[in-house]
């Protein structure tokens, strides 16, 4: 059986490679069948916001590999109630479902995983 | 399944400390290096918050890091060498790297 692993993304998009290099670490985790989860937390739910236009900076959508989450075998996604409250963004308009999480579940989540990605 | 949560960037540019702070366990460690160990100095609302922990969570600062910055460790704080590092790696269940 493999060990858990819970990914903690908390770099906003498009600053620096932080974000894509959880979220490729997610997708190759994904890939091989490892038992995965990833969080948005702190400026990494603004990889959430609605209708980014990454093109004006030159770079690549990330939309698009969040989409592909799900497919990649990676259904366990949360967001910090808290870090979404903080930044104005609502639930309801991001751009990918995930769950919302409050930090006392946030600290129960960590808990039910084998190790802790946080990039 | 305690965490060890490892911190090496300041906490006066940067939340790391203050999420981890809410996130943490009942259990869990905190280990500063690096420019994390600037929240041990004293007078700030970083070394206030860390004093405010509860008494079962460890809190660890790295020798070298401390002693380089003319760091004058709070009580609260186990100072630790590298081994002492390496010891409190295999102690707990996991190891956060706040990166």
Redesign the interface.
């Known amino acids: 059986m493999s060990k858990s692993v819970l990914i ?1 993304s ?1 770099q906003a998009p498009w600053a620096g490679p932080g974000a894509r290099e959880a979220l490729d670490i997610a997708l190759a985790g994904g890939a091989f069948d490892l038992p995965l989860g990833l969080l948005f ?2 400026d990494g739910v603004f990889q959430l916001a609605p209708a980014q236009q990454p093109a004006a900076l030159q770079q690549k959508d990330l939309a698009a590999n969040l989409q592909a989450l799900p497919m990649f075998g990676v259904g366990a996604l949360y967001a910090s109630a ?1 870090s979404l409250q903080e930044r104005g963004l609502q639930e309801a308009t991001l751009g990918l479902p995930v769950e919302v999480l409050d ?1 006392a579940s ?2 129960a989540l ?2 039910r ?4 990605i ?2 | 399944m305690a965490t060890l949560h490892v911190l090496s960037h300041s906490p006066f540019s940067d939340s790391r400390l203050s999420s981890c702070l809410r996130l943490l366990g009942a259990n869990d460690g905190v280990l500063l290096s690096g420019d994390a160990v600037y929240a041990l100095q004293g007078g700030t609302a970083q070394h206030q918050a860390l004093e405010l922990m509860p008494s079962s969570i460890g809190l660890f600062a790295l020798d070298e890091d401390i002693s380089a910055r003319n760091i004058e460790p709070p009580q609260r704080v186990q100072v630790v060498d590298y081994p002492g590092f390496v010891a409190l790696t295999c102690r707990f269940a996991k190891v956060n790297s706040w990166l």
């Open positions: 903690v908390r937390l702190d808290r930090d946030l600290t960590f808990d995983y084998d190790q802790v946080t990039l």
